[in-house]
């Protein structure tokens, strides 16, 4: 199965800040099929980004996704307080789908 | 609107089974997999496995083979998830979560399992 890997663990920001989540996969995620959720504590995980760099719907301009074969990158250009949370990579381009460990990004 | 509702939380002894189930609306049931992901208390998302509601096809995490089941029933649109000889570390909180995301992404509220004796 494809692991990823997300770094950092712990990002601590103020907001109006700018965060760069990174995620990297042990192998190449074909179609660049990585998708990045937010969760906060209590609720369900949101979807952000999928195809690597698509918006879902309602999400806003703020939040961009780059990357590509096993490098993969989640900004979030500038931190609105609603923005702390943890943010999950996933693969769904193999079975079995894998999600990394996750980054929070916390009020610093 | 899409919907996935999934029954309520369980308390079960350690080796007794638990199965959810997650109702959809709003969309083709069978047009879309239906994923399952459980999340333990203050730990990450753990992906567990797929079903496609069209063909009952399914695909496991080589963690849970043998020991989850995933089915569906077409007539009231809705998956399930069952889960055997359950041990203390599968206390979490299982969700379902429909694929074609290029379509929205959408998960079930989530159901708490807790084994505990």
């Known amino acids: 199965e494809i692991v990823l890997t997300q770094s950092p663990g712990t990002l601590s920001l103020s907001p109006g800040e700018g965060a760069t989540l990174s995620c990297r996969a042990s192998q190449t995620v074909s179609s660049n099929n990585v998708a990045w959720f937010q969760q906060k504590p209590g609720q369900r995980p949101r979807l952000l980004i999928f195809g690597a760099s698509s918006r879902a719907s309602g999400i806003p301009d703020r939040f961009s996704g780059s990357g590509s074969g096993t490098d993969f990158t989640l900004t979030i250009s500038r931190l609105e307080p609603e923005d702390f949370a943890v943010y999950y990579c996933q693969q769904y381009g193999r079975a079995p789908l894998t999600f990394g460990p996750g980054t929070k990004v916390d009020i610093k | 609107q899409v919907q996935l509702v999934q029954s309520g939380a369980e308390v079960k002894n350690p080796g007794a089974s638990v199965k959810v189930s997650c109702k959809a609306s709003?969309?083709?049931?069978?047009?879309?997999?239906m994923h399952w992901v459980r999340q333990a208390p203050g730990q990450g998302l753990e992906y567990m496995g797929v079903i496609n509601p069209n063909t009952d096809g399914t695909n496991y995490a080589q963690k849970f083979q043998g020991r989850v089941t995933m089915t569906r029933d077409t007539s009231i649109r809705t998956a399930y998830m069952e889960l055997r000889s359950l041990q203390f570390d599968d206390t979490a909180v299982y969700y379902c979560?429909?694929?074609?995301?290029?379509?929205?992404?959408?998960w079930g509220q989530g159901t708490l399992v807790t084994v505990s004796s």
């Open positions: 709003g969309y083709t049931f069978t047009d879309f997999n």
């Open positions: 979560s429909r694929g074609g995301y290029e379509s929205g992404g959408y």
